[in-house]
């Protein structure tokens, strides 16, 4: 959603590592190609109250973010950065939210009748599969970890990695950058899915890269 600020001196503020333990951290996979996810606030300064803190997401690198959900949350990119799951990590809850079109629309999940305090969740190193680990604690104190498949999410693997960008592919190209069009000296063109692109990646994909 859009958001205005009051003054010229308004900015998006984000939780580091040094702030891991209270919030999620800014956080991003080498295969989710531009995409970037935090915590934190809209304003003068770099709030502490969790009813102050959002959840945040970029698609070009950290050059312009959106907010995807009111408050604190943890999150894992899967399928390339084609599937991103979070939970809140700062009270109990029953549900987690996942998004397949980057953070679009997002879809509800109950994955226990019992309140969890969720501590994180998790996926292979590489982030291209699609079966994660939800990990936590109930109210009554017993660990819980819950196995979640989104494999059977759609129906297809998706086509037109060789030629993205035209209508009929649901790959696009993608060119991170500075305040110039080159980053570090150069431009490096990527292919990526599209946003809205309802398909798979193939979990073992060769992303095609250009560098000039």
Not at 95 to 118: A, H, M, R
Not at 123 to 129: D, F, L, N, Q, R
Request: with cysteine; glycine share 8%.
């Amino acid at each position: 959603r859009a958001i205005t600020c009051s003054d010229d001196d308004c900015s998006l503020h984000l939780h580091s590592h040094s702030s891991k333990h209270l919030f999620s951290p800014v956080y991003t996979t080498e295969s989710a190609l531009g995409l970037v996810m935090g915590t934190g606030n809209v304003g003068n300064f770099l709030a502490w109250r969790a009813d102050q803190i959002n959840t945040y997401l970029s698609r070009d690198g950290g050059v312009t973010w959106f907010e995807v959900a009111r408050g604190s949350h943890v999150f894992e990119f899967g399928d390339h950065g084609g599937i991103i799951v979070m939970a809140s990590d700062q009270e109990a809850t029953t549900t987690l939210k996942y998004s397949w079109n980057e953070g679009l629309t997002w879809d509800t999940f109950e994955f226990s009748k019992e309140p969890v305090e969720v501590e994180d969740i998790v996926i292979e190193p590489t982030s291209t599969g699609e079966r994660f680990i939800l990990h936590g604690m109930t109210t009554r104190g017993r660990g819980i970890i819950v196995a979640l498949d989104f494999s059977s999410l759609h129906k297809r693997t998706c086509l037109g990695n060789d030629d993205p960008g035209v209508a009929n592919s649901d790959y696009e190209i993608w060119s991170p950058r500075g305040p110039e069009e080159c980053l570090l000296g150069h431009k490096i063109s990527y292919v990526r899915r599209k946003r809205d692109s309802e398909c798979f990646n193939p979990e073992e994909w060769d992303r095609p890269q250009r560098i000039s």
